[in-house]
């Protein structure tokens, strides 16, 4: 059975870092994409970042651009995501999730439980 499980999230004020991983087990990362979503109260899911499974593959949404960073460690059968500079938007229980490409499109087909992340001024 497949599971993923985030960990890394927290309170940090604003323009401080973050780092979340998402540990996967029953799934060998490096051949699935993998992606970051968030979630803020009252909002619907957003996508913020993923990695294809071929190396150096990688997409952001364009409010994170410049400030996240999604990198694999597939030794540990780890994803993170390096959160620097952080303003109170990004508030949110944040959600990783993998899945296989189809034509270069991911179908996430299993999410982990997510992991709170509050930024503070």
């Known amino acids: 059975q497949v599971q993923l499980t985030e960990t890394g999230g927290g309170l940090v004020q604003a323009g401080g870092s973050l780092r979340l991983s998402c540990a996967a087990s029953g799934r060998t990362f490096e051949d699935y994409a993998v992606g970051w979503f968030r979630q803020a109260p009252g909002k619907e899911r957003e996508f913020v970042a993923a990695?294809?499974?071929?190396?150096?593959?990688?997409h952001y949404a364009d409010s994170v651009k410049g400030r996240f960073t999604i990198s694999r460690d597939n030794a540990e059968n780890t994803v993170y995501l390096q959160m620097n500079n952080l303003k109170l938007e990004d508030t949110a229980v944040y959600y990783c999730a993998s899945g296989p490409l189809t034509m270069g499109v991911p179908s996430y087909d299993y999410w982990g439980q997510g992991t709170q992340v509050t930024v503070s001024s």
């Open positions: 990695a294809g499974s071929r190396p150096h593959i990688t």
